[in-house]
């Protein structure tokens, strides 16, 4: 683990509460799928942890939150493009298992930051396995980098990927949570589940997987 300068060089608003914001720092550090940074906040004098959306070593991308009165995703989506955090990494143990084991990935909100990595290392490993993605929001206004993962889809034809909303229905999209899905028959072609989001999201998820015969040792998860 390091303690290193965070320079934003971008910063993207994706919905009304979710910010895209892309960090270099001065010497590469390495870091796996599904690993997180720890901010030092100046003006709160708080320390957020972050998961790394993407890295390649010396930049970094963060899908963050904004909430609303909460002081540490107010200050660093609040920051200027120039202006620079202090970050610890790498940190964290929810790291993808590189093998040809085909993958679930369950996320809902920002939680999508750390799987997306995960499947954009599997994309750029070459490993050729299925991969499927649910992604949940709560409406279409919701959804964020969907070009993206239509690139994945395009250049990984492995790699499938669904959008379910829990408020709404829209075109191409399933109406529900996520949690619908992890009935015994739609994740039995799956050997391993990776999972980030919300505490409720995660033991709804892992209670269903356990009931319906996935091995506790084979499910990895991050909660925020």
Known sequence: MQQTPFKLIQKNKLTHDVYELIFTIHESIQTEPGQYVLFLLPKSKLRRAYSIGYADGQTFTFIIKQIEGGAGSTEICSLEVGEELIGMVPLGHFVLKANTTPKLFVGTGTGFAPLYFQIRAMMDSGIQTSLLFLFGVRTASD????????????????????????????????????????????????????????????????????????EKEKVFFEQY
């Open 143 to 214: 959804m964020f980098y969907i070009d993206e993962l239509n690139r994945i889809k395009k250049e990984y034809p492995m790699f499938e990927y669904r959008i379910f909303l829990s408020q709404e229905d829209s075109e191409n999209t399933v109406r529900g949570r996520v949690t619908d899905f992890l009935t015994k028959e739609n994740i039995a072609p799956y050997g391993e589940v990776y999972l980030c989001g919300s505490p409720a999201m995660v033991k709804d998820a892992r209670e269903k997987l356990e009931a319906n015969g996935i």
